[in-house]
Protein backbone atom coordinates (compact mmCIF):
# COMPACT_ATOMS: atom_id res chain seq x y z
CA UNK A 1 0.00 0.00 0.00
CA UNK A 2 1.12 3.43 -0.74
CA UNK A 3 1.79 5.74 2.24
CA UNK A 4 0.97 8.73 -0.17
CA UNK A 5 -2.30 10.58 0.96
CA UNK A 6 -5.61 9.43 -0.65
CA UNK A 7 -8.06 12.05 -1.97
CA UNK A 8 -11.20 11.11 -3.16
CA UNK A 9 -14.00 12.80 -4.80
CA UNK A 10 -17.05 11.81 -6.37
CA UNK A 11 -19.69 13.99 -8.89
CA UNK A 12 -23.27 12.96 -9.18
CA UNK A 13 -24.40 12.29 -12.57
CA UNK A 14 -27.26 14.27 -12.80
CA UNK A 15 -26.86 17.39 -14.95
CA UNK A 16 -24.32 19.35 -17.16
CA UNK A 17 -21.40 21.03 -15.89
CA UNK A 18 -21.37 24.89 -15.85
CA UNK A 19 -19.29 27.27 -14.75
CA UNK A 20 -20.08 26.86 -10.88
CA UNK A 21 -19.10 23.44 -11.00
CA UNK A 22 -15.95 24.40 -12.86
CA UNK A 23 -14.38 26.82 -10.69
CA UNK A 24 -15.88 25.11 -7.54
CA UNK A 25 -14.55 21.90 -7.83
CA UNK A 26 -13.24 20.70 -11.65
CA UNK A 27 -10.09 23.22 -11.75
CA UNK A 28 -9.37 22.73 -8.26
CA UNK A 29 -9.68 19.12 -8.38
CA UNK A 30 -7.76 18.61 -11.25
CA UNK A 31 -4.92 21.22 -10.60
CA UNK A 32 -4.70 19.25 -6.96
CA UNK A 33 -4.65 15.91 -8.81
CA UNK A 34 -0.99 17.45 -10.73
CA UNK A 35 0.53 17.08 -7.16
CA UNK A 36 3.34 14.51 -6.78
CA UNK A 37 2.45 13.73 -3.14
CA UNK A 38 -1.15 12.13 -3.88
CA UNK A 39 -3.23 9.79 -4.70
CA UNK A 40 -6.21 10.98 -6.32
CA UNK A 41 -9.58 8.73 -6.55
CA UNK A 42 -12.51 10.54 -8.74
CA UNK A 43 -15.36 9.00 -9.79
CA UNK A 44 -18.96 9.39 -11.49
CA UNK A 45 -21.47 9.04 -8.61
CA UNK A 46 -24.09 7.55 -10.84
CA UNK A 47 -25.73 5.17 -8.14
CA UNK A 48 -26.56 9.09 -6.42
CA UNK A 49 -27.79 9.92 -9.07
CA UNK A 50 -30.43 7.92 -9.07
CA UNK A 51 -31.72 9.68 -5.87
CA UNK A 52 -32.31 12.57 -7.98
CA UNK A 53 -33.96 11.64 -10.78
CA UNK A 54 -35.67 8.54 -12.51
CA UNK A 55 -34.86 10.26 -15.91
CA UNK A 56 -32.46 6.92 -18.02
CA UNK A 57 -30.91 9.20 -20.28
CA UNK A 58 -30.44 12.19 -18.42
CA UNK A 59 -28.16 9.53 -16.00
CA UNK A 60 -26.12 8.09 -19.29
CA UNK A 61 -25.80 11.63 -21.14
CA UNK A 62 -24.62 13.22 -17.67
CA UNK A 63 -22.00 10.76 -17.36
CA UNK A 64 -20.80 10.82 -20.97
CA UNK A 65 -20.86 15.14 -20.04
CA UNK A 66 -19.16 15.05 -16.50
CA UNK A 67 -16.95 12.50 -17.71
CA UNK A 68 -15.58 14.44 -20.67
CA UNK A 69 -15.64 17.54 -18.79
CA UNK A 70 -12.95 16.53 -16.39
CA UNK A 71 -10.97 14.84 -19.10
CA UNK A 72 -10.77 17.94 -21.29
CA UNK A 73 -10.34 19.77 -18.13
CA UNK A 74 -6.95 18.18 -17.51
CA UNK A 75 -7.34 14.85 -15.62
CA UNK A 76 -5.35 12.70 -16.57
CA UNK A 77 -7.01 9.06 -16.32
CA UNK A 78 -3.18 7.31 -16.43
CA UNK A 79 -1.99 9.32 -13.43
CA UNK A 80 -5.16 9.41 -11.14
CA UNK A 81 -7.82 6.47 -10.20
CA UNK A 82 -10.97 7.85 -12.65
CA UNK A 83 -14.10 5.27 -12.68
CA UNK A 84 -17.81 5.32 -12.80
CA UNK A 85 -19.02 4.03 -9.19
CA UNK A 86 -21.41 1.64 -10.65
CA UNK A 87 -18.84 -0.87 -12.58
CA UNK A 88 -17.03 -0.57 -8.46
CA UNK A 89 -20.06 -3.77 -7.36
CA UNK A 90 -18.07 -3.90 -4.02
CA UNK A 91 -19.65 -0.10 -3.16
CA UNK A 92 -23.07 -1.41 -2.96
CA UNK A 93 -21.82 -4.55 -1.23
CA UNK A 94 -19.75 -2.29 1.65
CA UNK A 95 -23.06 0.01 1.43
CA UNK A 96 -24.40 -2.67 3.44
CA UNK A 97 -21.73 -3.31 5.98
CA UNK A 98 -22.05 0.07 6.92
CA UNK A 99 -25.96 0.40 7.14
CA UNK A 100 -25.84 -2.31 9.66
CA UNK A 101 -24.06 -0.35 11.97
CA UNK A 102 -25.68 3.34 11.45
CA UNK A 103 -27.78 4.13 13.64
CA UNK A 104 -31.06 5.26 12.50
CA UNK A 105 -31.18 8.47 14.71
CA UNK A 106 -28.03 9.00 12.89
CA UNK A 107 -29.54 9.24 9.34
CA UNK A 108 -32.74 11.17 10.82
CA UNK A 109 -30.30 13.95 11.57
CA UNK A 110 -28.93 14.60 8.08
CA UNK A 111 -29.67 18.01 6.47
CA UNK A 112 -31.14 16.27 3.09
CA UNK A 113 -33.48 14.26 4.82
CA UNK A 114 -34.79 16.49 7.34
CA UNK A 115 -35.23 19.54 4.76
CA UNK A 116 -37.45 17.29 2.62
CA UNK A 117 -39.59 16.53 5.85
CA UNK A 118 -39.51 19.45 7.40
CA UNK A 119 -40.94 21.32 3.63
CA UNK A 120 -43.52 18.55 4.23
CA UNK A 121 -44.58 19.41 7.51
CA UNK A 122 -44.57 22.70 6.76
CA UNK A 123 -47.37 21.57 3.83
CA UNK A 124 -48.62 20.08 6.18
CA UNK A 125 -48.37 16.21 4.79
CA UNK A 126 -47.34 13.69 6.08
CA UNK A 127 -43.75 13.71 7.34
CA UNK A 128 -42.23 11.14 4.79
CA UNK A 129 -44.39 11.89 1.63
CA UNK A 130 -42.37 11.56 -1.57
CA UNK A 131 -39.29 10.93 0.27
CA UNK A 132 -37.56 7.55 -1.01
CA UNK A 133 -35.43 5.36 1.22
CA UNK A 134 -32.60 6.25 -1.34
CA UNK A 135 -32.68 10.05 -0.26
CA UNK A 136 -32.91 8.42 3.44
CA UNK A 137 -29.43 6.46 2.97
CA UNK A 138 -27.53 8.29 0.78
CA UNK A 139 -25.36 9.15 3.10
CA UNK A 140 -24.58 5.52 3.54
CA UNK A 141 -24.28 5.06 0.16
CA UNK A 142 -21.28 8.21 0.52
CA UNK A 143 -19.24 6.97 3.16
CA UNK A 144 -18.99 3.36 1.26
CA UNK A 145 -17.13 5.44 -1.77
CA UNK A 146 -15.23 7.17 1.03
CA UNK A 147 -14.17 4.09 3.04
CA UNK A 148 -14.10 1.81 0.55
CA UNK A 149 -10.56 3.44 -0.69
CA UNK A 150 -9.44 4.46 3.07
CA UNK A 151 -9.40 8.11 1.71
CA UNK A 152 -7.97 10.83 4.08
CA UNK A 153 -9.34 14.11 2.53
CA UNK A 154 -12.34 14.17 0.49
CA UNK A 155 -12.51 17.54 -1.24
CA UNK A 156 -16.39 18.66 -1.08
CA UNK A 157 -18.88 22.27 -0.68
CA UNK A 158 -19.69 23.23 2.24
CA UNK A 159 -23.01 21.19 2.03
CA UNK A 160 -21.72 18.41 1.88
CA UNK A 161 -19.73 18.60 5.30
CA UNK A 162 -22.18 16.65 7.21
CA UNK A 163 -21.69 13.52 4.99
CA UNK A 164 -18.27 13.68 5.97
CA UNK A 165 -19.09 13.59 9.59
CA UNK A 166 -21.03 10.78 8.95
CA UNK A 167 -18.74 8.78 7.17
CA UNK A 168 -16.13 9.58 9.70
CA UNK A 169 -19.02 7.82 12.52
CA UNK A 170 -19.14 4.75 10.64
CA UNK A 171 -15.94 4.00 10.16
CA UNK A 172 -15.46 5.02 14.24
CA UNK A 173 -18.50 1.81 14.54
CA UNK A 174 -16.98 -0.35 12.75
CA UNK A 175 -13.52 -0.14 13.53
CA UNK A 176 -14.97 -0.46 17.14
CA UNK A 177 -16.96 -3.30 16.45
CA UNK A 178 -14.56 -5.10 14.08
CA UNK A 179 -11.57 -3.98 14.35
CA UNK A 180 -9.14 -1.21 12.67
CA UNK A 181 -10.53 -1.63 9.30
CA UNK A 182 -11.02 1.96 7.99
CA UNK A 183 -9.35 5.53 7.91
CA UNK A 184 -11.38 7.97 9.37
CA UNK A 185 -11.74 11.04 6.36
CA UNK A 186 -11.61 14.15 6.81
CA UNK A 187 -13.62 17.06 4.75
CA UNK A 188 -11.70 19.72 2.62
CA UNK A 189 -13.58 22.70 1.78
CA UNK A 190 -11.42 25.05 0.14
CA UNK A 191 -12.16 28.29 1.16
CA UNK A 192 -11.17 30.61 -1.44
CA UNK A 193 -13.22 29.38 -3.85
CA UNK A 194 -15.38 31.48 -4.94
CA UNK A 195 -19.25 30.41 -5.23
CA UNK A 196 -19.96 31.64 -8.59
CA UNK A 197 -23.22 34.11 -8.59
CA UNK A 198 -25.57 32.69 -11.45
CA UNK A 199 -27.64 34.64 -14.61
CA UNK A 200 -29.78 36.08 -12.00
CA UNK A 201 -27.31 37.20 -9.38
CA UNK A 202 -27.94 34.21 -6.93
CA UNK A 203 -25.79 31.67 -6.17
CA UNK A 204 -25.09 29.51 -9.64
CA UNK A 205 -27.10 26.66 -9.21
CA UNK A 206 -29.20 23.97 -11.66
CA UNK A 207 -32.00 24.32 -8.71
CA UNK A 208 -32.25 27.75 -9.45
CA UNK A 209 -32.83 27.30 -13.50
CA UNK A 210 -29.45 30.24 -13.64
CA UNK A 211 -26.85 28.20 -14.77
CA UNK A 212 -24.37 29.34 -17.68
CA UNK A 213 -23.22 25.23 -19.06
CA UNK A 214 -19.30 25.17 -19.10
CA UNK A 215 -19.38 24.08 -22.81
CA UNK A 216 -22.17 25.75 -24.74
CA UNK A 217 -21.01 26.73 -28.39
CA UNK A 218 -19.49 29.93 -28.45
CA UNK A 219 -22.02 31.80 -29.92
CA UNK A 220 -24.47 31.10 -26.89
CA UNK A 221 -21.74 31.58 -24.22
CA UNK A 222 -21.64 34.87 -25.56
CA UNK A 223 -25.45 35.47 -25.43
CA UNK A 224 -25.62 33.87 -22.17
CA UNK A 225 -23.16 36.68 -20.76
CA UNK A 226 -25.07 39.27 -22.36
CA UNK A 227 -28.22 38.38 -20.63
CA UNK A 228 -26.66 38.39 -17.27
CA UNK A 229 -28.21 40.89 -14.32
CA UNK A 230 -26.44 44.10 -13.70
CA UNK A 231 -28.10 47.41 -11.81
CA UNK A 232 -29.28 50.06 -13.72
CA UNK A 233 -26.39 52.67 -14.10
CA UNK A 234 -25.44 54.33 -17.33
CA UNK A 235 -21.71 54.59 -19.19
CA UNK A 236 -19.97 57.06 -17.24
CA UNK A 237 -21.27 56.14 -14.06
CA UNK A 238 -19.30 54.65 -10.91
CA UNK A 239 -20.21 51.20 -10.57
CA UNK A 240 -19.89 49.09 -7.41
CA UNK A 241 -18.11 45.88 -7.85
CA UNK A 242 -19.41 44.68 -4.49
CA UNK A 243 -22.69 42.52 -5.78
CA UNK A 244 -21.87 42.65 -8.65
CA UNK A 245 -21.96 39.19 -10.76
CA UNK A 246 -20.06 40.22 -14.06
CA UNK A 247 -17.47 41.34 -10.99
CA UNK A 248 -17.42 38.33 -9.48
CA UNK A 249 -17.29 35.79 -12.30
CA UNK A 250 -14.63 37.74 -14.06
CA UNK A 251 -12.47 37.80 -10.93
CA UNK A 252 -12.91 33.63 -10.68
CA UNK A 253 -11.11 33.32 -14.17
CA UNK A 254 -8.72 36.59 -13.87
CA UNK A 255 -5.74 37.38 -12.92
CA UNK A 256 -5.12 39.68 -9.73
CA UNK A 257 -3.75 42.32 -12.13
CA UNK A 258 -6.71 41.87 -14.69
CA UNK A 259 -9.49 42.00 -11.68
CA UNK A 260 -7.67 45.05 -9.80
CA UNK A 261 -7.85 46.81 -13.59
CA UNK A 262 -11.34 45.78 -13.98
CA UNK A 263 -12.20 47.51 -10.41
CA UNK A 264 -10.80 50.57 -11.79
CA UNK A 265 -12.63 50.59 -14.95
CA UNK A 266 -15.97 50.54 -12.66
CA UNK A 267 -14.77 53.64 -10.52
CA UNK A 268 -14.04 55.00 -13.79
CA UNK A 269 -17.47 54.61 -15.30
CA UNK A 270 -17.63 51.39 -17.80
CA UNK A 271 -20.65 50.45 -19.30
CA UNK A 272 -22.01 47.43 -18.42
CA UNK A 273 -21.54 46.26 -22.31
CA UNK A 274 -18.02 46.42 -22.28
CA UNK A 275 -17.96 44.63 -19.34
CA UNK A 276 -19.92 42.02 -20.79
CA UNK A 277 -17.91 41.97 -23.70
CA UNK A 278 -14.43 41.76 -21.43
CA UNK A 279 -16.38 38.89 -19.51
CA UNK A 280 -16.67 37.08 -22.63
CA UNK A 281 -13.33 37.24 -23.68
CA UNK A 282 -12.02 36.02 -20.35
CA UNK A 283 -14.36 33.05 -19.90
CA UNK A 284 -13.65 31.91 -23.94
CA UNK A 285 -9.91 32.54 -23.58
CA UNK A 286 -9.80 29.90 -21.06
CA UNK A 287 -12.78 27.29 -22.06
CA UNK A 288 -11.66 27.80 -25.79
CA UNK A 289 -9.37 24.87 -26.50
CA UNK A 290 -11.01 23.05 -23.35
CA UNK A 291 -13.99 23.12 -25.23
CA UNK A 292 -12.50 22.17 -28.46
CA UNK A 293 -11.35 18.39 -26.25
CA UNK A 294 -14.92 18.14 -25.18
CA UNK A 295 -16.12 18.56 -28.32
CA UNK A 296 -13.92 15.85 -29.76
CA UNK A 297 -14.76 13.25 -27.00
CA UNK A 298 -18.51 13.80 -26.80
CA UNK A 299 -18.14 12.31 -30.28
CA UNK A 300 -16.10 9.08 -29.35
CA UNK A 301 -18.35 7.81 -26.37
CA UNK A 302 -16.88 4.30 -26.90
CA UNK A 303 -13.43 5.97 -26.22
CA UNK A 304 -14.88 7.37 -22.60
CA UNK A 305 -16.48 4.30 -21.63
CA UNK A 306 -12.81 2.45 -22.29
CA UNK A 307 -11.33 4.73 -20.36
CA UNK A 308 -14.08 4.44 -17.11
CA UNK A 309 -13.63 1.08 -17.99
CA UNK A 310 -9.50 0.87 -17.29
CA UNK A 311 -10.20 3.10 -14.34
CA UNK A 312 -12.75 0.51 -12.97
CA UNK A 313 -10.16 -2.23 -12.96
CA UNK A 314 -7.37 -0.11 -11.39
CA UNK A 315 -10.49 0.75 -8.79
CA UNK A 316 -10.89 -2.89 -8.35
CA UNK A 317 -7.65 -4.04 -7.74
CA UNK A 318 -8.01 -1.95 -4.46
CA UNK A 319 -12.28 -2.60 -3.76
CA UNK A 320 -11.67 -6.60 -4.40
CA UNK A 321 -9.08 -7.50 -1.85
CA UNK A 322 -10.15 -4.53 0.48
CA UNK A 323 -13.99 -5.79 0.34
CA UNK A 324 -12.63 -9.54 1.21
CA UNK A 325 -11.13 -8.26 4.26
CA UNK A 326 -13.89 -6.57 5.29
CA UNK A 327 -16.35 -9.80 4.89
CA UNK A 328 -14.00 -11.58 6.64
CA UNK A 329 -14.47 -8.91 9.65
CA UNK A 330 -17.68 -9.24 9.71
CA UNK A 331 -18.48 -13.09 9.61
CA UNK A 332 -18.79 -13.86 6.22
CA UNK A 333 -16.39 -16.20 5.34
CA UNK A 334 -15.49 -19.38 4.11
CA UNK A 335 -16.51 -22.05 6.87
CA UNK A 336 -13.79 -23.98 6.11
CA UNK A 337 -11.58 -20.65 7.51
CA UNK A 338 -11.14 -21.37 11.20
CA UNK A 339 -9.30 -18.15 11.97
CA UNK A 340 -11.96 -17.20 14.05
CA UNK A 341 -9.86 -17.33 17.39
CA UNK A 342 -8.45 -13.81 15.77
CA UNK A 343 -11.02 -11.41 16.31
CA UNK A 344 -12.97 -13.49 19.05
CA UNK A 345 -10.41 -12.61 21.64
CA UNK A 346 -10.81 -9.24 21.37
CA UNK A 347 -13.78 -9.72 23.06
CA UNK A 348 -15.82 -6.60 21.71
CA UNK A 349 -19.32 -7.02 22.14
CA UNK A 350 -22.31 -4.96 21.61
CA UNK A 351 -22.89 -5.66 25.41
CA UNK A 352 -20.01 -3.83 26.47
CA UNK A 353 -21.03 -0.16 26.70
CA UNK A 354 -19.71 3.30 27.97
CA UNK A 355 -21.68 5.28 30.43
CA UNK A 356 -22.90 8.34 30.53
CA UNK A 357 -23.09 9.60 34.66
CA UNK A 358 -24.33 12.57 35.59
CA UNK A 359 -24.16 14.48 38.67
CA UNK A 360 -24.10 17.45 41.13
CA UNK A 361 -21.00 19.11 43.01
CA UNK A 362 -20.74 21.05 45.86
CA UNK A 363 -20.55 23.66 44.03
CA UNK A 364 -24.55 23.06 43.56
CA UNK A 365 -23.93 22.65 39.68
CA UNK A 366 -24.91 19.84 37.30
CA UNK A 367 -22.05 17.99 35.73
CA UNK A 368 -21.94 15.19 33.24
CA UNK A 369 -18.85 12.69 32.22
CA UNK A 370 -18.36 9.78 30.20
CA UNK A 371 -16.47 6.60 31.00
CA UNK A 372 -15.22 3.87 28.43
CA UNK A 373 -16.95 0.18 29.39
CA UNK A 374 -13.75 -0.04 31.08
CA UNK A 375 -13.98 2.83 33.34
CA UNK A 376 -11.54 5.15 31.31
CA UNK A 377 -12.47 8.42 31.41
CA UNK A 378 -13.53 9.88 27.78
CA UNK A 379 -14.67 13.60 28.58
CA UNK A 380 -16.57 16.06 31.06
CA UNK A 381 -18.57 18.76 31.13
CA UNK A 382 -18.20 22.04 33.18
CA UNK A 383 -21.56 22.87 35.19
CA UNK A 384 -24.87 23.86 34.34
CA UNK A 385 -27.50 25.30 36.65
CA UNK A 386 -29.78 23.29 35.25
CA UNK A 387 -29.95 19.40 35.00
CA UNK A 388 -32.22 19.43 32.20
CA UNK A 389 -29.54 21.23 29.92
CA UNK A 390 -26.73 18.49 30.75
CA UNK A 391 -29.26 16.08 29.88
CA UNK A 392 -29.89 17.25 26.79
CA UNK A 393 -26.11 17.28 25.85
CA UNK A 394 -25.89 13.79 26.81
CA UNK A 395 -28.83 12.90 24.81
CA UNK A 396 -27.50 14.82 21.91
CA UNK A 397 -24.29 13.01 22.32
CA UNK A 398 -26.06 9.64 22.20
CA UNK A 399 -27.97 10.46 19.30
CA UNK A 400 -25.88 12.47 17.48
CA UNK A 401 -22.28 10.97 18.22
CA UNK A 402 -19.30 13.46 17.18
CA UNK A 403 -21.17 15.84 15.32
CA UNK A 404 -22.71 17.03 17.89
CA UNK A 405 -19.69 18.18 19.85
CA UNK A 406 -18.48 20.96 17.63
CA UNK A 407 -22.07 22.97 18.90
CA UNK A 408 -20.98 22.19 22.52
CA UNK A 409 -17.26 23.05 22.15
CA UNK A 410 -17.48 24.97 25.15
CA UNK A 411 -18.99 22.99 27.86
CA UNK A 412 -17.11 19.73 27.41
CA UNK A 413 -13.26 18.70 27.48
CA UNK A 414 -11.81 15.38 25.72
CA UNK A 415 -9.74 13.67 27.94
CA UNK A 416 -8.66 11.79 25.57
CA UNK A 417 -7.63 11.55 21.42
CA UNK A 418 -10.45 12.97 19.92
CA UNK A 419 -10.73 9.13 17.26
CA UNK A 420 -11.08 7.87 20.85
CA UNK A 421 -13.94 10.18 21.57
CA UNK A 422 -15.60 9.84 18.57
CA UNK A 423 -15.65 5.76 18.63
CA UNK A 424 -16.88 5.83 22.42
CA UNK A 425 -19.48 8.08 20.80
CA UNK A 426 -20.19 6.09 18.04
CA UNK A 427 -21.21 2.95 19.85
CA UNK A 428 -24.57 4.76 21.33
CA UNK A 429 -25.51 5.10 17.91
CA UNK A 430 -25.05 1.49 16.33
CA UNK A 431 -27.00 0.45 19.75
CA UNK A 432 -30.60 2.47 18.93
N1 LIG B 1 -22.83 13.71 -2.61
C1 LIG B 1 -21.83 14.34 -3.43
C2 LIG B 1 -22.42 15.60 -4.06
O1 LIG B 1 -23.59 15.64 -4.35
C3 LIG B 1 -21.32 13.41 -4.49
C4 LIG B 1 -20.64 12.23 -3.90
C5 LIG B 1 -21.08 10.94 -3.89
C6 LIG B 1 -19.41 12.25 -3.21
N2 LIG B 1 -20.20 10.15 -3.23
C7 LIG B 1 -19.16 10.93 -2.80
C8 LIG B 1 -18.50 13.27 -2.89
C9 LIG B 1 -18.02 10.60 -2.07
C10 LIG B 1 -17.37 12.94 -2.16
C11 LIG B 1 -17.12 11.60 -1.76
O2 LIG B 1 -21.70 16.54 -4.25
Given at each position: MTTKKRVLTGIT????????????????????????????????????????????????????????????CGLDPEQV?????????????????????????LLNRAHAYKAAVDKNTAAGEDTDTGVTAGL??????????????????VPVGRDQIQHIEMARDMASSFNHLYGEHFTLPEALVEEHVATLPGLDGRKMSKSYDNTIPLFVPESQLRKLIMGIVTDSRAPG????????????????????????ALAQAYAEGIGWGEVK????????????????????????????????????????AISGPFTQRVRHAVGIRALSDLSVGQDSDKKKTRSAMPTFKQYREKDGLFYFKLTTASGDLVLHSTGFSDPKEAAGHIRDLKTLGSTALAAMSEKVTLDTSEENVSATLAIFSEEE
Open positions: TSGTPHLGNYVGAVRPTVRASKLADVDSYYFLADYHALIKTGDPLRVQRSTQEIAATWIATFYRQSDIPEIPELTWFLTCITGKGFMYPVLMAADILMFNAHEETKDTEGSALFQLYQAFASAEETADKLFARLNQEIAPMRERYDELMKRPADIEDILLAGARKAR
